[in-house]
């Protein structure tokens, strides 16, 4: 599940942040994703390098040449053509951009030549490809962006208020889904992951929906009014959860906080 992105005064990211922070868990790793579907003039060779090259630009990768860190992918096969941007920011987060247009009956060659030709956003750079790729020849297209690695340290926030500013801007709303991973030393008892599923509910001012206990993993899912967005689930409203697993190989018990769902 994913869910689409509000104009409430929090940004969900940001409220992810606050929960993970009064868990008291170590910090280890974030992902924020975005997908949508794209309107056909996105599905034109002009406006599709605009979009992605901005948001490349507008999140830190670097798309000079001389950069062997970023990288430009292109595949397709008989029902779609995908092109890709992905890179490294200066903060070490992993960008990936991705568009897959879907083919028409009549298969469309793409040939592989494809290249950044530009690093200045400002209309000037261009993901040149010979194929041509226009609202006429493709049946629908979708974008996907996922941001990996950003620190809740404030960064988090700070990537997650560019991308929404750059789709807003083109006046695409993606559906969204963000979690934050980390860890606490030894195995934690029933009753102190009680104690931190409380803490991190409190902070957002949300209510248990439903637990998953199993051998290996405990989920716990609520709803908060903080957050305006959420799904359903068995007739319910949820947009935040929590998760926990304990390694018998790292003895440390991690634990997962997102909204709306962690395991999509």
């Not at 194929?131 to 962006?145: F, K, M, P, Q, S």
């Not at 690695?149 to 960064?155: A, F, N, V, W």
Request: glycine share 8%.
């Amino acid at each position: 599940y994913y869910f689409k992105m509000h104009n409430s005064i929090y940004l969900p990211e940001e409220l992810v942040v606050e929960s993970f922070n009064s868990s008291g868990a170590n910090f280890i790793n974030s992902e924020m994703s975005y997908a949508a579907s794209l309107d056909e003039e996105y599905q034109n060779e002009k406006y599709l390098n605009r979009l992605m090259v901005e948001l490349a630009y507008r999140l830190g990768i670097d798309l000079s040449h001389e950069n062997s860190g970023s990288n430009l992918d292109i595949a397709e096969n008989d029902y779609m053509y995908k092109l890709g941007i992905n890179g490294t920011t200066e903060h070490k987060e992993n960008i990936n951009i991705y568009v897959e247009l879907l083919k028409p009956q009549e298969d469309l060659k793409i040939p592989g030549n494809t290249y950044i030709d530009s690093i200045d956003h400002n209309g000037n750079i261009e993901i040149d490809t010979e194929a041509n790729v226009t609202g006429e020849e493709y049946r629908g297209g979708d974008i996907i962006l996922s941001i990996k690695g950003s620190e809740p340290d404030g960064r988090l926030q700070d990537i997650g208020k560019i991308a929404e500013d750059v789709f807003k801007k083109y006046n695409i709303k993606p559906e969204f889904n963000c979690f934050i991973a980390g860890y606490f030393e030894g195995k934690l008892d029933h009753g102190r992951m009680n104690e931190v599923c409380k803490s991190v509910f409190h902070t957002v001012e949300a209510k248990k929906v439903e637990g998953i206990f199993k051998k290996d993993l405990i989920s716990v899912s609520a709803y908060s009014p903080a957050i305006s967005d959420y799904i359903e689930v068995n007739g319910n409203r949820v947009n935040i959860y929590i998760a926990f697993r304990y390694s018998t190989y790292d003895k440390k018990t991690y634990v997962w906080v997102g909204t709306p769902e962690i395991f999509n």
